[in-house]
């Protein structure tokens, strides 16, 4: 059904239809929706599902499964046009997370579709501040619901998944203030919940604390149940780790 309606209407796959395609949460393949190019000042009656653009060069095309589909970078930017900011957010890390795009390709689509006033610019643009080339993406969902939570309570943003250590290795961390010696790790209940994991946990802490960090653990159940626990105890993290910089 959705190659036919690629067939029919002469375009490539878009819109909630290519978000299915290419596995976005949350989005189903049919009724199909299609894009496909015109030139500028032609217009044609409104068909359901069926879209128009001025703007579709083939590199923003690829295939799937042998169906004309728009490529993730550029089918973020539609969806944009018509999603909340928040939502957005959390397409592009899933998107970036399983290298469907990269901090590279989103920032020169941004720069593209910016000379040709395509919709869902401003939103795309207040993702893409907050996440440069360099940018690496939460790596679950527990991870991405605490950014989330930081960024709400109008915590400092942090670094995420960073090597710590010179010539001896302490560890990488879940996330590293910028401004102080502060580390927030987030436990998940399934890798911290044994009497080995939790002892591991320790002697992890125990060598950070020795190095001046200041470190503050946060769990599952805090995230999902008791975020007002979490925060505050972050914030008195920061207030220590502030003290041991000087």
């Not at 930017?77 to 592009?92: D, I, K, Y």
């Not at 010696?181 to 998940?188: C, E, H, N, W």
């Not at 939790?198 to 975020?227: I, P, Y």
């Amino acid at each position: 059904m959705a190659m036919t309606a690629v067939l029919l209407g002469g375009g490539v796959l878009s819109h909630g239809s290519a978000a299915a395609l290419w596995a976005f949460p949350g989005f189903q393949l049919l009724p199909a929706a299609t894009t496909h190019a015109r030139p500028s000042g032609r217009h044609r009656p409104a068909v359901a599902g069926l879209h128009r653009t001025t703007f579709l060069p083939p590199h923003h095309v690829t295939e799937v499964a042998g169906i004309p589909v728009l490529t993730p970078s550029r089918l973020l930017f539609q969806l944009a046009g018509h999603l909340r900011t928040e939502r957005m957010a959390r397409l592009t890390d899933k998107a970036w997370a399983r290298r469907l795009v990269s901090g590279r390709s989103l920032h020169e689509m941004c720069d593209e579709l910016s000379e040709h006033g395509r919709d869902g610019m401003r939103v795309m643009r207040e993702v893409l501040e907050a996440r440069p080339i360099g940018y690496s993406p939460p790596e679950s969902n527990l991870e991405a619901r605490w950014q989330e939570l930081m960024q709400k309570h109008g915590l400092p943003t942090m670094r995420r998944q960073v090597e710590l250590g010179g010539r001896e290795w302490l560890g990488r961390v879940d996330f590293l203030a910028d401004d102080c010696p502060l580390i927030v790790f987030v436990d998940g209940e399934h890798w911290h919940s044994s009497v080995l994991d939790r002892a591991a946990d320790a002697r992890q802490q125990a060598e950070l604390e020795a190095a001046g960090f200041a470190v503050v653990r946060v769990t599952e159940h805090e995230v999902w149940h008791d975020v007002p626990a979490a925060i505050a105890r972050v914030r008195a993290g920061w207030r220590l780790a502030r003290r041991l910089a000087g």
